[in-house]
């Protein structure tokens, strides 16, 4: 879920999405560049609500309840890994480009940390919403949802609000579809603190990579002032923080530990490590088995040392 202190809202911007580049450029590994050889594509095909692949909605509560409340006003298209809804009235430019990126983030999240068994036989959805009226009556709909959500990801739905630039759109899209690709190939929940650090990282990586540009752990993480102690962090499971500033401290902590974890340890364990986590998995047990660390005070002290 993207945290919505970072954006302004704004209904009338179209997104412009950069053209995807193909992913050679990709995630660091302890200062080195990882080459990985996936190339984009470009599949859309719009399709009426029968013609869709629906079985990802068969579980799915608040997508389903879009549709039915007024299918007519709706529209689809489907790519290779999802099919986007849209407001018919608002045409398929947007949706079109979230496709193109959504389908350059699985491919690319997929591979980066060796996923290989899909246990979603089917497409992904995502709803898209280019109007804040629209977003906020539908968010009034979910009582379980925080409220101040500006997306968010539950199984295998996204509901994507715009943003009011491209460089926010394109950035809230990166973090959420991180979460829906995880869904994809993470059997479990993941505690909130993890979930947001690995959509925040690959959010930040994974963007570049869309871009066609190299991203070096030294320019990115510099250095973060007044991190929360990591027992304060692995609390955070399955509730947000009240306070507001404690929730962007939540964001900013837990993406730098999950890029600790990626460019200073062994990058193929964080598969592993995910696994685990999802499976409920005691942090300190999980960071002994797969890092090595005795506690989480072993741990703090070689983060501290990673946030200077």
Known sequence: MKRVCQ???????????????????????????????????????????????????????????????????????????????????????????????ADFFYDYISQDLGFVNDHFPF????????????????????????????????????????????????????????????????????????????????GEFGLSAFRGLTRHSGTVFRGLRDPLPLTRLFKITDKYPEDRKEVDKLYKTAKYFAGFLMTKKPHEKFHDFLTAMAQDTDVTDALRKHYGFDDIAAAQKEFTHFCR
């Open 7 to 101: 954006f302004l809202f704004c209904s009338t911007l179209a997104l412009v999405l950069p053209v995807p580049a193909a992913i050679t450029n990709s995630v660091p590994h302890k200062g080195n560049v990882l080459h990985v050889s996936a190339t984009p594509t470009n599949t859309w095909t719009e399709v009426s609500l029968a013609e869709m692949d629906a079985r990802a909605l068969k579980s799915n509560k608040a997508a389903n309840e879009l549709l039915e409340d007024d299918p007519d006003k709706w529209r689809q298209g489907q790519a290779q890994h999802y099919v986007v809804h849209f407001f018919a009235n608002e045409g398929d430019l947007f949706a079109r480009k979230v496709a193109a990126m």
């Open 123 to 202: 497409r992904s959805h995502i709803f898209t919403f280019r109007n804040e009226y629209r977003w906020k009556k539908f968010l009034k709909t979910q009582p379980t949802t925080e409220q101040w959500a500006y997306s968010y990801v539950s199984g295998a739905c996204m509901f994507l609000q715009q943003a009011k630039n491209t460089k926010d759109s394109t950035e809230t899209l990166a973090h959420e579809n991180t979460h829906l690709v995880v869904n994809h190939f993470i059997k479990g929940s993941l505690p909130v603190w993890l979930n947001e650090g690995t959509a925040e990282y690959y």
